[in-house]
């Protein structure tokens, strides 16, 4: 099946760090089965999230994701075809609220970590990768 990488941020809604721990516990269980890994980015107001994986495994977590009430204004900023994965090693890799290092983040942004201003896939997927590390 076609390996692909799905990237979309969005918008909390009304939900705390408890919420955060049964998305990421949900993530790890069936992202394990579908074979999905990706890194999610959570930073008290917005999601940024990247899932990779099977096409059809994807687009079909991605069709679930969308209806949950606990975030809205989901927005896709990509899906396309890739190579290889760049969290192979993580169901869902997940860097805390409270330690996404706002060095890394000042290289990728212009004022501070506002997942809607972010355009640039390759340069989203190269920050997530230096917040899980
Ligand atoms: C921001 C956000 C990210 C999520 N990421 C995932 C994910 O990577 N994998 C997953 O299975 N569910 C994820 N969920 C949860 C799904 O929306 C949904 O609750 C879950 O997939 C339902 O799984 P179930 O059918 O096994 O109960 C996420 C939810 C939110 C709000």
């Not at 059809?56 to 896709?76: G, P, Y």
């Not at 396309?80 to 942004?109: C, E, N, Q, V």
Request: hydrophobic share 40%.
């Amino acid at each position: 099946m076609t390996l692909a990488r799905l990237i979309y941020c969005s918008t909390v809604n009304g939900i705390g760090n408890k919420d955060i721990e049964a998305i990421l516990e949900k993530s790890i269980v069936n992202n394990t089965l579908d074979n999905i890994t990706g890194s999610l980015i959570y930073d008290g107001k917005h999601f940024l999230q990247c899932l990779e994986g099977g096409r059809k495994s994807v687009t079909a977590r991605f069709k679930v994701i969308l209806q949950d009430s606990r975030h809205k204004d989901v927005e896709l900023i990509d899906f396309s075809p890739i190579k290889m994965r760049h969290f192979a090693h993580w169901a869902m890799a997940y860097p805390g609220s409270s330690t996404l290092d706002s060095k890394i983040i000042s290289t990728y942004t212009a004022d501070g970590f506002n997942p809607r201003y972010m355009m640039f896939p390759d340069a989203i997927i190269d920050m997530m990768w230096r917040l899980s590390q």
